[in-house]
T-cell receptor, first 112, second 112 residues
C-alpha cells in the first residue's frame, strides 16, 4: 500500500533562517506531488506541484521554493524565513491524472 | 483561476441530526469533486468524491450530490455522531487537471 511521510512534525525557526521540509512517498511510481500551506483557521493554499522529477510548478510567488530530486521525494525550502511563513505545511500525492489526494500528517512551522 | 466557495463556515448540529455543506465552483471544465475531513492537528483525509458523470454518490452515512448545470455540489452527513466533528473541505480540480482548489472549510460541531 502507498504511504506518505512528512517531517518534521513541528518546527520553530527564527526569522531569516533557512528551511527544509521533506516529503517522501512509498508504494507508487511517478506520483503527482504537492505542497500546500494552511494558515491558522483558514483554507488550503496550493504552493507548488510536480508531475515528474525536476518539474515544478509554482502557484504563488513568494520566498519559498520546491525541488523534486527523486521520483518520490519532494522538498520545500526557503533561504530566509519571514514571520508570514508560519503555518501548517502539508505535502500530498496523487496518481497521474485527476484524482484524490493523500495528504501527509503536516508540519507545524512557527517563525519567531 | 478556479474559485471554490464553501458554506457555511461553521455548523453546529445535535447528535443524530443531519448536516449539509454546500460548495460552488466556477470552472465548467472541472470534473472531479472530492471532500476531505480534517481533524485537529492532522492532515485532511479523503472521505468521498464524485465525478461529473454521476449526480449522486453515497457511502453509509455520507453522500455527495453534484449539479453541473448550477456548478454546485453538496456533502450530506446523516445521523451525525460526535466523532464527525471536524473541519470539512470541498475541492474541485483545476483546468490543469492536476491540482485541486479547495474551499475555505466548514467547522462542524456535533453536540451530544
Amino acid at each position: 500500500s502507498q504511504t506518505i511521510h512528512q517531517w518534521p512534525a513541528t518546527l520553530v525557526q527564527p526569522v531569516g533562517s533557512p528551511l527544509s521540509l521533506e516529503c517522501t512517498v512509498e508504494g507508487t511510481s511517478n506520483p503527482n506531488l504537492y505542497w500546500y500551506r494552511q494558515a491558522a483557521g483558514r483554507g488550503l493554499q496550493l504552493l507548488f506541484y510536480s508531475v515528474g522529477i525536476g518539474q515544478i510548478s509554482s502557484e504563488v510567488p513568494q520566498n519559498l521554493s520546491a525541488s523534486r530530486p527523486q521520483d518520490r521525494q519532494f522538498i520545500l525550502s526557503s533561504k530566509k524565513l519571514l514571520l508570514s511563513d508560519s503555518g501548517f505545511y502539508l505535502c500530498a500525492w496523487s496518481d497521474q491524472g485527476a484524482g484524490g489526494y493523500t495528504f501527509g500528517s503536516g508540519t507545524r512551522l512557527t517563525v519567531v | 483561476g478556479e474559485n471554490v466557495e464553501q458554506h457555511p463556515s461553521t455548523l453546529s448540529v445535535q447528535e443524530g441530526d443531519s448536516a449539509v455543506i454546500k460548495c460552488t465552483y466556477s470552472d465548467s471544465a472541472s470534473n472531479y469533486f472530492p471532500w476531505y475531513k480534517q481533524e485537529l492537528g492532522k492532515g485532511p483525509q479523503l472521505i468521498i468524491d464524485i465525478r461529473s458523470n454521476v449526480g449522486e454518490k453515497k457511502d453509509q452515512r455520507i453522500a455527495v450530490t453534484l449539479n453541473k448545470t448550477a456548478k454546485h455540489f453538496s456533502l450530506h452527513i446523516t445521523e451525525t455522531q460526535p466523532e464527525d466533528s471536524a473541519v470539512y473541505f470541498c475541492a474541485s480540480n483545476s483546468n490543469s487537471g492536476y491540482a485541486l482548489n479547495f474551499g475555505k472549510g466548514t467547522s462542524l460541531l456535533v453536540t451530544p
